[in-house]
């Protein structure tokens, strides 16, 4: 990330008048950087790197390499959304690597939650750089970085303290060494999200909520399973079509299912059942600082557990946390 600090008079994009501008003079600086070289991207399907992404193809076309990496901690049907807009609908130079059983197999019985994040960031560094060094000509390193992670960093150099170790793309092994393409570094998300929808996004890609870089693996408490994490990634699918359904989506910056470690007894067909609770998460803020929750109407929480204990297996309790930030994390790992 290179840090270079908003000018005072630049206007917030806040229309797709001045977003169609943005993006025409970012085109131009784009191409006069990179003139007929490669620039690779990573590109999880969150907000910044799909922008970045649909950016980039209008300036550069297929001098764009996009790889998109699958943890097998993405939310269901997650990867294939990113094919299908990127590859089949923006003729993206898209490379899919399917690097499930390289992480779920790294992070088998691990159980503290830093390090589990340390261990899927650097294994996602590790199979982004080996991609990186199966492609010829690349030169160029495109990052999605925003305003506030240039502010956060700059917060970081002052000596204040993160509270978990968040992981984005970054640090590259040396002999990776990229130049950087960062062309939406001066922008707060609500413009991202404006300057997405200008350059033809889905709606639904560019007003999803946010979605952390570990994925399902915060999620999936304590060691990771994989009959666990199916039924984590079921459960989730169910509480966000039953949150569309109903207007929630729109209206909740961020929902979710976490399902702990623990069983408990249940019963089901007149026979013990033991399963894991699947307990949601919904809350609203401004900043991701502090964070208040939701009212969910009982209609709606009723809906969704059903649906959950029948439809997932595995599950036989459905809990609501009710935990604003502070005390709780939004995520709780
Ligand atoms: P916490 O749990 O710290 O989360 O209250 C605040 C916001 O940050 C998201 N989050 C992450 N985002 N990489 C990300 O890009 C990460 O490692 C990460 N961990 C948490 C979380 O989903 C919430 O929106």
Redesign the pocket.
Known sequence: METCLRPENMARITNFELANAFIEEQIKEVRAQVGDKKVLLALSGGVDSSVVAALLIKAIGKQLVCVHVNHGLMRKDESENVIKIFREELDANLIYVDATDRFLDLLAGVSEPEKK?KIIGAEFINVFADEARKLEGIEYLAQGTIYPDILESVKQAEGKKA??S???VGGLPEDLNFSLVEPIKLLFKDEVRVVGEALGLPHAMVYRQ?F???GLG?RCLGAITRDRLHALREADAILREEFDKCGLAEKVW?YFVVIPDIKSVGVKDESRYEGWPAIIRAVNTKD?MSATIEEIPYSVLHKITARITSEVDGINRVLMDLTP?PVG???WE
Do not use: F, L, M, S
Request: hydrophobic residues 25%.
């Open positions: 994040r509270v978990k968040h992981h984005n946010p952390p870089g570990p915060v961020q991701a930030k994390t939004i995520e």
